[in-house]
């Protein structure tokens, strides 16, 4: 017999006077996300210092858990420093870190190369986990020509392919990643080359002004070639919760996810058994998340990270 | 009652000496695909001219559809010319020439601009029906900064954008075609901006050694971001055939259509109701076509278009 949750989801709650002090009493850490919630672009979001400073005070883990792979943890700290806000590496989880702890997990070889499609801070976090990346911005200007009885090059040891943000993407590249008859380095049609994808988003906001292509523009159009999907470390797979949590070991029943979108922060969230927070802030408005065709719902949902603060008071 | 259609789907029959002068006699024209078929790269496949010289004077009509949009009619009337192969510019449809095709028939407006990720020949189909064209291979060196206030400036103008395959692809063209919030250059904020694929084949064979990321790639990047399926003029879309009949008036059960790829060329016959011929020539070899999992079984199979001519003799 197939047996079907029929459970209609609760739809989500405003943040209320009332409601904050249970969320504030049953939690133990909070996780948030970064763009859209902590900043745009390198613009503080209103109060969120204040914020933050105050849960610290009153005891709660904070924990930054990004999609975005163009920085490595320790540029994120740099990023938080340089916005008077003081978090440790230790406290951030980007979907970089993440790329280099899966190739680390599943004991993928050192002397295997590792091609990327994605910035500096990608290729940072697999150095420090001991890997070697090839492409990433060194890429970004190299153009192939499709000649008659050209053949392109490729490096026989690459062994994984990890797609992320990058916007010095390319023809070159995007080569590079699926095809190629000679070399190992062949999604398309070399089974045994992986293809990890750190994150999925559709859009972000790297600049306070306008949305921008994601990673999920550069991995849809890997897998439109190789009709092949990746394996996802970012949100909103679990996969960073595993090692969250060893680090800081609190029951994923005592933590609430903070973010601004749907099928990333709070899936994440939903599917790690957090509780969560929609934030307004970001790439989604109440009308989305109201609207009769979304059906991930937050437990609650407010406009900013600072209304915490305010409604706490 | 959900009535499905449950005919089993007819395996494909290698081309005999026998059923190939059913299918000669059955039919007044040949519709070829080029890439894979005719040529791979510069390079012509075996026999292919004696055969199109054979079936040309037999009184058979030949058409050219190709869903490669980088050349123009014109530019494809000159390759033919350069390779010996008589072929007119009326004889060739090709997906460029569809996506200009399908601006016209839908009067867009020729004060409005398209936007244009692909190469010359698609921006010269554009112009030829009258319409403006911007981006293709001049944006493709430009760059974008995603620095901290900056703001994309767009042309106001841009009603449509075009996609097809583009090896000067960057984040520049897929910002420009993907997000822009003050200008009506927008697939995802703004409704009214058309989104039209030339095709989304996922590899092809642009020159004759590899395989090359396709337009289908391209294609879905754009989707990834702005989650929106475009209008695709290309095979398997039978928005071509119109313009073929307008010329030719031959009843498409008189129509063979001869390809190299499953999802497109011989989809595209099916749906217009022509008699299918698959060659082993291009991107589909014996066991995908024999694959369980493949269900696009044409009428017919053989290992290249002279096949043809040599089981006739």
């Not at 190369?113 to 492409?135: D, Q």
Request: with cysteine.
């Amino acid at each position: 017999m197939n047996v079907e949750n029929c459970k209609a989801t609760r739809p989500s709650q405003p943040l209320s006077p009332q409601n904050v002090r249970d969320l504030f009493a049953s939690v133990d850490a909070f996780l948030f996300d970064c763009d859209g919630v902590i900043w745009k672009g390198n613009t503080l979001i209103d109060g969120v210092p204040q914020t933050l400073e105050m849960l610290r005070s009153k005891g709660k883990k904070l924990v930054f858990v990004t999609n975005n792979s163009t920085k490595s943890r320790r540029q994120y700290a740099e990023k938080f420093h340089s916005l008077g806000i003081p978090v440790c590496e230790d406290e951030i989880f980007s979907s970089s870190f993440a790329a280099a702890m899966y190739l680390k997990l599943i004991d993928f070889p050192r002397d295997k190369k590792v091609y990327v499609i994605g910035e500096e801070g990608l290729l940072e976090e697999l150095e420090r986990a001991g890997y070697t990346g090839l492409g990433g911005p060194d890429d970004g200007k190299k153009m192939v020509q499709l000649k008659p009885n050209s053949l392109f090059e490729h490096d026989m040891s690459v062994g994984a392919v990890v797609v992320g943000l990058d916007q010095y993407i390319n023809y070159y590249k995007l080569h590079m990643v699926i095809t190629c008859r000679y070399g190992t380095l062949c999604i398309r049609e070399n089974p045994g080359c992986l293809f990890i994808a750190t994150n999925q988003d559709a859009v972000g906001h790297m600049t306070d002004l306008q949305e921008w292509p994601g990673a999920g523009c550069m991995v849809a159009a890997i897998c439109g070639s190789t009709q092949k999907e990746p394996i996802v470390v970012g949100k909103p797979s679990t996969f960073m919760m595993d090692f969250l949590l060893q680090k800081f070991q609190i029951d994923t029943s005592k933590m609430c996810m903070v973010g601004d979108r749907l099928d990333t922060d709070i899936l994440f969230g939903q599917n790690a058994g957090c509780t969560t927070l929609l934030v307004l802030s970001g790439v989604t408005n109440l009308s989305t998340l109201q609207d009769p065709s979304n059906n991930i719902q937050p437990d609650y949902h407010t406009n900013k990270v600072s209304d915490i603060l305010k409604l706490l008071e």
